[in-house]
């Protein structure tokens, strides 16, 4: 069995047994036909060469967790979590460039901060460090467009030799693995075969549109937790919002005839919204999301 569809076996079995998530799929939203899968031009870096185009997105997706923090970072007027730490990044790639496979080797803590506007002290700019640190050992010598072509046009073998290579990419439902190449095609820096075999990209804003929209509904006592902005530990609940996610957005994908990742983008810009943003959702300190 394949990444992609040992997550989604992974995921089936979680909500089948699911104790404080259930899935409505009644109250599913209506994907709009028209809708494209699109990247943020405001946030991210897009218009350079291929390589550094590619280079980026390896390096913003090895840094593209750690949403149970973003409360406590210094974000930029108007911008989430997300949208300041991609932001900056493409500002340092804009005017400095990319960082080589040595510097990455060699990230200090203090660079990545000072680089993503933060104090050096926070918890997670020492993770971003060690995230950035595997990066550079993974690539070894090689370029970010050698690494895709390693790959030989597979999303999922891409995201399999990024799981195998790096332990922060390496969890249960394989979220950053599978986003980078979604990413990659997106950006316009590489083609895959295979890019419908990805499920959605388990985080916790999908999960949380799905809530607000009556698809996933929590028990009392985890629906209490995260509408008081409470962090959840690793552990039963947390896996159980993300594969439910997964698992419902596999049903809806059928239902609707589109591929999983096409409606994780919808349903993530979605999230976007006033609306969706002015309740809390859930949140968990871990690297994977």
Not at 53 to 73: C, E, H, K, M, Q
Not at 214 to 226: C, E, I, M, N
Request: aromatic content about 8%.
């Amino acid at each position: 069995m394949g990444l992609c569809d040992g997550v989604r076996t992974h995921c089936g079995t979680i909500a089948a047994a699911a104790q404080s998530v259930r899935i409505d799929l009644d109250r599913a939203p209506q994907l709009d036909a028209a809708v494209t899968p699109t990247l943020d031009g405001g946030c991210h870096f897009l218009d350079g060469e291929p390589e550094d185009v590619a280079r980026y997105f390896f390096t913003l997706d090895s840094i593209n967790f750690g949403s149970g923090w973003f409360p406590t970072l210094r974000k930029e007027p108007g911008r989430s979590g997300y949208a300041t730490i991609a932001g900056r990044l493409t500002s340092q790639f804009r005017v400095h460039g990319p960082w080589s496979n040595e510097e990455l080797r060699a990230m200090s803590t203090t660079t990545i901060a000072t680089t993503l506007g933060q104090p050096a002290d926070h918890e997670l700019m020492a993770l971003y460090a060690q995230a950035l640190r595997g990066l550079g050992r993974w690539l070894g010598e090689d370029s970010a467009l050698t690494a895709v072509g390693d790959a030989a046009g597979s999303a999922e073998q891409l995201a399999t030799n990024l799981s195998q290579g790096m332990a922060m990419f390496r969890e249960p439902f394989y979220k950053r693995a599978q986003l980078l190449p979604a990413d990659l095609a997106l950006a316009g820096v590489a083609e895959f075969g295979d890019l419908d075999q990805l499920t959605i990209f388990a985080d916790n804003v999908v999960p949380h549109v799905l809530r607000c929209e009556g698809v996933l509904v929590y028990d009392d006592a985890l629906a209490a937790t995260v509408d008081a902005g409470e962090l959840l530990p690793p552990g039963r609940e947390e896996r159980e919002i993300r594969a439910c996610a997964v698992h419902a957005c596999e049903r809806l994908a059928a239902k609707q005839d589109v591929q999983p990742r096409i409606l994780d983008n919808w349903l993530w810009n979605r999230g976007r919204a006033p609306q969706y943003k002015a309740r809390p959702r859930h949140r968990c300190r871990c690297v994977h999301y």
